[in-house]
């Protein structure tokens, strides 16, 4: 059966929030998405998501879809995915190459391979090349602020919920300044210490240098899995610096695009952890390109996500599929980033939520995705 392209609908979905809580960046008062559904004359419909990525309003990466992508896939085979990647790359090289454009291209990337499954009957990870995990562990991303700072008590806590709720691995946000960020570690460590639980952080790029290396510093002795994201995205210098000087891991690129963004991490050995986002990097395809270019650079991936249950699904198709960098009889597997901040769009967006079992998420077996979203939720929350 020969089927096209006949519709991509983009629907912008907005929540406000009634507690807002703050990371180092800024304050979120509102959840929002960017959801693309691609309609075909088989009657498929694929789901796609472009990450509204820090505060990014959803109708940037939105206007992209409809005005510049839109026109370049009607009536295109939905299965010539490589084919309308590069396609849409190229179209709009001139003025994308990062950001929301590419975040564009990324949802209705995502969109073509749900579709691509549900054509040939088949899960994302089986057409990427198989699973080499049928099992993923999430690690709860949480500790955000609701004051800002001195909350050190109350994030403790908050660790203890997420180890009762079945997580052993978290990563705090921190950028809040030193002294309080370590202040806020110690009081977490305390809290959890008969607790085998694995750490990491994340300052969203709220430090210089000296700052970044200062912290970073200081917590060495945390064991921590990974430190993300210690300086700007630009200045890969800076990563590279705070790597060679840190006993830590460190880890970035939920801020980069594509295989070419990605490149100049790998050769200037700027990350030991790659975390593309799928809702941003290009999507399924572009994950693909960044995953074998890091590998060739002995750089482990681990996907970055921060979306919808949209998001969240096409990740885990992803990771089910990213071999192990550093093969091993015990080789460190790469982990799912889930979200415990408040989010309508995760529970809500699916007919069946992602649940925890026994610690770990299965990855779906059902064609594409592996998900069937909630229509009625984004009528509930749509805006445009």
């Not at 959840?31 to 498929?44: D, E, L, M």
Request: charged content about 20%.
């Amino acid at each position: 059966m020969n089927i096209k392209i006949i519709d991509v609908t983009v629907h912008v979905i907005k929540s406000k929030l009634d507690t807002p809580f703050a990371f180092s960046q800024g304050w979120v008062n509102k959840r929002s998405a960017t959801i693309v559904q691609v309609k075909t004359s088989g009657g498929i419909v694929g789901w796609g998501e472009a990450f509204c990525q820090g505060l990014e309003p959803p109708e940037i990466s939105a206007a992209v879809i409809e005005n510049a992508l839109k026109p370049i896939l009607l009536e295109e085979s939905p299965l010539n995915i490589e084919v309308l990647w590069h396609k849409m790359y190229n179209a709009t090289r001139d003025y994308g190459r990062k950001g929301s454009v590419i975040s564009g291209i990324s949802a209705v990337d995502i969109a073509l391979w749900d579709i691509a499954g549900k054509y040939f009957d088949q899960p994302i990870y089986q057409l990427l090349g198989g699973a080499f995990r049928t099992k993923i562990k999430p690690y709860a991303t949480g500790f955000y602020r609701l004051k800002g700072k001195g909350e050190a008590n109350r994030l403790a806590e908050e660790a203890l919920c997420h180890f009762e709720n079945g997580f052993d691995h978290m990563k705090v946000k921190l950028g809040f300044g030193i002294e309080d960020d370590l202040n806020c570690m110690e009081t977490i460590r305390n809290a959890l210490k008969d607790k085998n639980v694995t750490l990491m952080v994340d300052t969203n790029h709220a430090y210089g240098r000296s700052e970044a290396l200062q912290l970073g510093k200081s917590l060495e002795e945390y064991k921590l899995r990974w430190y993300e994201e210690p300086v700007v995205p630009e200045d890969i210098k800076g990563y590279s610096e705070l790597r060679s000087k840190l006993d830590i891991p460190i880890a970035g690129g939920e801020n980069e695009h594509t295989l070419f963004g990605f490149k100049s991490l790998f050769v200037n050995n700027a990350v030991d952890i790659a975390q593309p986002d799928i809702g941003s990097c290009g999507g399924i395809t572009g994950a693909k390109h960044i995953i074998n270019l890091a590998h060739s650079f002995g750089v482990e991936v681990n996907p970055h996500v921060w979306g919808s249950a949209i998001a969240q699904a096409a990740s885990i198709q992803v990771i089910a599929s990213i071999p192990v960098t550093h093969f091993s009889v015990f080789a460190r597997e790469p982990i799912l980033e889930y979200d415990q901040s408040s989010h309508p769009f995760r529970r809500e967006l699916l007919e069946n939520p992602f649940e925890l079992q026994n610690g770990m998420v299965n990855v779906p077996k059902g064609k594409g995705l592996g998900i069937e979203v909630n229509l009625n939720t984004i009528k509930k929350y749509k805006t445009n």
